[in-house]
């Protein structure tokens, strides 16, 4: 889409996400996301789904309640502090109004992923099970519903609608794949979309697509094939295949007739002057293959793009012949409020927000995804490491290999034809035991090996890649060491020296997976400060028992202060860095956003991963300047602090002022006087030399920086508090409401010593409790909407849905007298 980063062009950026987020056309195809019913926990059995008893009547039990799809039965209790979350059964059931408009037509659930285990029945029948909680799959109920239907006093009963029930479950299972000793959630439910699809009795069950660029890159070949789905063997099948360019005019077609019992077309267009898919120009063909039986037509539309891509041995990355340092990140499927049953709208909203900051690259972490995020990475202009959730744990026995073997075929095979895919991921942190008894090397290596053969027989057109398994580094084509300078081990000082001798042990190396923690809101006037106690020299990867809060050499993931201004120092030193390193192919930064995983309860925000660069619910940490100021085009200031309400020191003391800014030069404003303007440069570490050491007023000070990018004037100012003098110990907690908006309060409170000072360094738990009419909106994994979370600067903030009533908060901490404030 014509490169609207350089433009600055929102607008189309809305568009190319709307047009990329729809699903391919599927004959006839709508979303089942209202009227369903759920149930958490098992039942005796399916009939218990389907009897007919009403509601309101003693014996319907047990009680289920309206849920809508996307749904996931983690919503909450995933980062709820005081329990394990829950894994196990859950059920859902609605009635359909099933209404075929094809002669002897197929009737399809089109499922884009549930978990972990699913069953479909059609009333009491069994019609279709499936293992796996990330690949998409679907479930042919036509002869259950003919059964069904045929039955009248069924039909009576249930007023002509067909009852469906599923039955998904995320029960703890070793010989199943993600681990659940891996840093997320093993989630569960009907967490993307269902799809109820009528197709003629041929339909198209999926094409593939190969791209090939010519050396001079005047022409390309599109190789494209057709798969059908032809469960009755109709004969006499007529196929038609439409290459479009762009701009939707046709290039070539092609068009034949099928004999009993082919199941597949494959033809090959030539293009000439092909318009070339890059992350600057996401430009997309499209293909329609039409199937015709029967005098009854079925089409499928598909985007894809021409590029090509390598990598350089013992060098780059390029893209079309030009070189391309990938600019990263990585991606859960897990937000605030829902886990995984993210929306569409909140997926476009996550993309758009990757790519307004630069993103050229991201990392799915650590399973196949969203077939909405594939396209919305295809027309944003956003290359892709993809991967099967062999994660963590060690190696199964048959069941086990036979699941990843079939997660890996139907990843490629459902993901084939996207041009912004480069890399299949073949596992991650494979050097990790803990699920079995034994930990065997040479079983790993030989499986590796196995999932890596597969991986080229199915697609010989991408690379394989693994992360942080040493003992597996030759078998793939790229490999991602554990490198964490500054966090888990050593200095970010480090960060270029490690990653280089990382180069030069492999012949193609990419870092995926760099940062560390940072709880939203907590700031530091001294953020380096326990660097002092950190050895270096020792390496910068990760070991057992980094991650832990407790215990083991001194670390900044342990001894560090968590603080926005320590990450946001740390960050801005790699990405200074690896604008200098040529024959860097490109990182991924770890995580885009903060996401709930099952072992790290004892974070700031329990149960959570806080690495992100935003939070759970969008909301930006200090850190996605950072990166915004490197990569972004688009011309953009931001001074440090919005989230830092009140400042500490001396009085008189110069204190930093850090915008961060891909402009050329800026200037400063404090209280309306001038510092003057400085001149970006990258390498002048930190914020690339736009810097200002100033004096601070107590009390309430005004910053402001106007920059230039050429005759473009970005500005940016914030309002702060400035205290001077020192606090002692925290003696008692204030309530108070700050903000009241629609239905929701905003309450914060603050730690203060016996003299009434904030302690603005303070760090203790603190539980919120309600009661009255309100509501607590707690258990959202965010530092503004968690029960019991740790203060940040002396402050924590909760909001309450007032549900136009009364309610009385409560917040208490260890050693502290309880606050109260009513409302």
Not at 14 to 24: D, E, F, N, R, T
Not at 755 to 768: E, H, P, Q
């Amino acid at each position: 889409m014509n490169s609207y980063m350089r433009r600055g062009n929102y607008c189309v950026a809305v568009l190319c996400a709307l047009l990329a987020g729809l699903p391919a056309t599927a004959q006839q195809q709508v979303r089942l996301n209202e009227a369903w019913e759920f149930l958490k926990g098992d039942l005796g059995g399916v009939w218990e789904a389907v009897r007919p008893v009403g509601k309101g009547n003693p014996e319907s039990v047990p009680l289920w309640d309206s849920v809508t799809l996307p749904h996931c039965f983690n919503a909450t209790d995933a980062v709820d502090p005081d329990v394990n979350y829950y894994q196990g059964p859950g059920w859902y059931r609605t009635q359909l109004n099933i209404q075929n408009p094809y002669k002897n037509g197929r009737t399809l659930l089109h499922f884009e992923g549930s978990g972990q285990k699913t069953e479909v029945y059609v009333y009491t029948t069994l019609v279709a099970t499936h293992i796996g909680g990330y690949d998409e799959w679907q479930a042919d109920i036509t002869e259950a519903v003919a059964a069904f239907e045929a039955n009248p006093v069924y039909r009576k009963l249930f007023k002509g609608k067909v009852p469906v029930s599923i039955r998904a479950d995320n029960s703890r299972d070793l010989q199943l794949i993600p681990s659940n000793l891996s840093d997320f959630n093993v989630y569960g439910g009907i967490y993307r979309y269902l799809n109820l699809v009528y197709a003629p009795a041929v339909s198209v069950s999926h094409t593939r697509v190969n791209t090939q660029v010519a050396a001079d890159g005047k022409t390309a070949t599109v190789a494209a094939q057709a798969f059908l789905y032809n469960p009755q063997k109709q004969s006499a099948v007529a196929v038609t295949m439409v290459l479009k360019n762009p701009h939707g005019a046709v290039v070539q077609q092609s068009a034949v007739t099928l004999l009993p019992g082919d199941s597949t077309q494959a033809v090959t267009f030539t293009v000439k002057k092909p318009q070339l898919w890059s992350t600057d120009e996401p430009v997309l063909y499209t293909l329609e293959t039409s199937v015709t039986a029967d005098g009854q037509t079925a089409t499928l539309t598909e985007k894809t793009g021409i590029r090509s891509f390598g990598f350089a041995k013992k060098g780059p990355f390029f893209l079309n012949g030009k070189r391309l340092l990938l600019r990263g990140t990585h991606r859960h499927e897990d937000h605030a409020g829902v886990a995984a049953a993210m929306t569409e709208s909140m997926m476009r909203e996550e993309m758009i927000l990757m790519k307004e900051m630069g993103v050229n690259f991201i990392r799915l972490g650590h399973y196949q995804q969203s077939r909405i995020i594939l396209n919305l990475c295809d027309s944003l202009g956003i290359l892709v490491w993809e991967e099967i959730p062999w994660c963590r744990g060690g190696l199964g026995g048959d069941v086990y290999k036979a699941q990843a073997r079939r997660m890996l075929t139907n990843m490629i095979t459902q993901h084939f034809n996207h041009p912004s895919v480069i890399i299949w991921g073949l596992g991650n942190e494979n050097d990790w035991p803990g699920d079995f008894p034994e930990f065997d090397k040479e079983q790993i290596r030989a499986f590796m090996k196995e999932l890596n053969t597969l991986s080229h027989q199915l697609d010989t057109s991408r690379r394989t890649a693994i992360r942080r398994c040493d003992f597996c580094k030759d078998i793939v084509d790229v490999y991602a060491p554990s490198i964490w300078a500054g966090w888990y081990r050593g200095n970010y000082t480090e960060y270029k020296q490690v990653s280089e001798e990382e180069f030069n042990k492999v012949d193609h190396f990419l870092h995926a997976e760099w940062g560390g923690d940072s709880h939203a809101g907590r700031h530091s006037e001294n953020p380096d400060k326990a660097l002092q106690l950190i050895k270096t020299g020792g390496g910068a990867d990760e070991r057992a028992g980094d991650a832990s809060l407790f215990g083991g050499a001194a670390r900044i993931s342990k001894d560090g202060d968590w603080s926005e201004s320590y990450i946001c120092n740390l960050m801005d030193w790699h990405l200074k860095e690896q604008e200098a390193m040529p024959w860097l192919t490109g990182t991924a930064q770890w995580v885009f956003k903060d996401f709930s995983t099952p072992v790290r309860p004892d974070n700031p925000v329990p149960y959570m991963n806080q690495k992100g660069l935003v939070e759970r619910d969008f909301t930006k940490k200090e850190a996605y300047y950072v990166f915004q100021s490197y990569w972004s085009i688009t011309p953009m200031a931001h001074i440090y602090g919005h989230s830092w309400p009140t400042r500490w020191g001396n009085a008189g003391e110069l204190k930093m002022i850090k915008v961060y800014a891909n402009c050329e030069k800026a200037e400063l404003f404090v209280n309306g006087k001038s510092y003057g303007q400085r001149q970006r440069n990258s390498a002048d570490f930190p914020a690339a030399g736009l810097r200002w050491n100033v004096p601070l007023q107590e009390g309430e000070n005004w910053v402001q920086v106007v920059a230039y990018s050429g005759k473009t004037k970005v500005e940016d100012s914030l309002r702060f508090q400035y205290q001077t003098g020192t606090w002692a110990k925290p003696d008692n907690m204030h309530l108070h409401k700050i903000a009241e908006r629609e239905g929701v309060a905003t309450l914060e409170v603050t730690l203060k010593d016996a003299s009434g000072k904030i302690c603005l360094d303070a760090a203790n738990w603190v539980r919120f409790s309600l009661a009255g009419e309100g509501k607590l909106i707690d258990n959202q994994g965010t530092s503004s909407g968690s029960g019991l979370v740790q203060v940040y600067n002396g402050r924590a903030v909760i909001k309450v849905q007032t549900n136009g009533g009364k309610s009385t908060l409560a917040v208490t901490s260890k050693g502290l007298p309880t606050a109260f404030i009513q409302f």
